[in-house]
């Protein structure tokens, strides 16, 4: 980004945060990580990501209109990711790219993404996953690699429509209906089981056997992302198997 050029193309220009710093030990981004802003305002939400004192920032920044401002360089580490964990991963923002969507959020009443922003998310999804050479199940929301404390995305996000453009992991989610299901504080082996599946495929969390308020926390950001239809954090034979499905469909 020299001369402040964006790195990507469908970045109209770039709008500097100071709010970055080096990537821990020269990681490459490998992941690319999608946020809501969670305020009313897009306006307020920009200048927050570039003020110093409230140290968070993001790589890009895609307006409702479907604007798109470059705010930190690529090669630099933004402070968009906080506190998580993905796989083998704790240091998120030193391994990721991180696209903020400005949407009011759940506190907001998660108004729908427009049709406008939806597009350039995906166009500019695209073009990060192909510089990085970014693996579909990279492709995460904040609340995958922070699922006790973020809820963005959010269950409205069209994940499908971004798998169907050739970004993230995706299989069609199995239809809800009735049967046996894990909620919290269920024991035995096939909770551990669950909780097992669902370290395999990235999620962290304590494989204990005690279905607890952590398993629920992950069970929700994984519904959100993969099962949006319920998200009731309850591990129902709908979740169970999508989850199976995804582990089976992986590269």
């Given at each position: 980004m020299s001369s402040l050029v964006p790195d990507s193309p469908l970045a109209a220009k770039v709008f500097p945060s100071p709010n970055h710093g080096e990537r821990k030990d020269g990681r490459r981004?490998?992941?690319?990580?999608?946020?809501?802003?969670?305020?009313?305002?897009?306006?307020?939400?920009?200048?927050?990501?570039?003020?110093?004192?409230?140290?968070?920032?993001?790589?890009?920044?895609?307006?409702?209109?479907?604007?798109v401002l470059q705010l930190v360089p690529e090669?630099?580490?933004?402070?968009?990711?906080?506190?998580?964990?993905?796989?083998?991963?704790?240091?998120?923002?030193?391994?990721s790219i991180g696209i903020e969507?400005?949407?009011?959020?759940?506190?907001?009443?998660?108004?729908?993404?427009?049709?406008?922003?939806?597009?350039?998310?995906?166009r500019l999804a695209a073009d990060i996953v192909h510089r990085w050479s970014i693996a579909p199940a990279r492709v995460l929301g904040h609340s995958d690699v922070a699922p006790t404390r973020k809820e963005d995305p959010g269950e409205l996000f069209p994940w499908e429509r971004l798998a169907?453009?050739?970004?993230?992991?995706?299989?069609?989610?199995?239809?809800?209906?009735?049967?046996?299901?894990?909620?919290?504080?269920?024991?035995?082996?096939?909770?551990?089981?669950?909780?097992?599946?669902?370290a395999m495929y990235g999620y962290v969390l304590?494989?204990?056997?005690?279905?607890?308020?952590?398993?629920?926390?992950?069970t929700r950001a994984f519904q959100r992302h993969f099962r949006p239809e319920r998200?009731?954090?309850?591990?129902?034979?709908?979740?169970?198997?999508?989850l199976r499905d995804l582990i089976a469909s992986r590269d």
């Open positions: 981004p490998d992941m690319l990580i999608l946020h809501y802003t969670g305020m009313a305002e897009a306006g307020e939400a920009l200048q927050r990501l570039c003020n110093p004192a409230a140290e968070v920032s993001a790589h890009y920044f895609v307006f409702e209109n479907g604007h090669s630099r580490r933004a402070w968009h990711a906080g506190a998580g964990a993905w796989a083998e991963e704790t240091d998120i923002n030193s391994c969507i400005a949407n009011a959020g759940h506190m907001g009443g998660l108004p729908a993404y427009p049709e406008a922003q939806v597009e350039a998310v995906t169907v453009a050739g970004i993230g992991h995706w299989v069609k989610p199995a239809p809800i209906a009735g049967g046996r299901f894990f909620a919290q504080g269920d024991q035995g082996p096939p909770v551990e089981a669950y909780q097992a599946m669902l304590d494989v204990s056997g005690t279905f607890t308020p952590e398993t629920a926390a992950v998200v009731d954090g309850v591990a129902d034979a709908s979740t169970i198997t999508t």
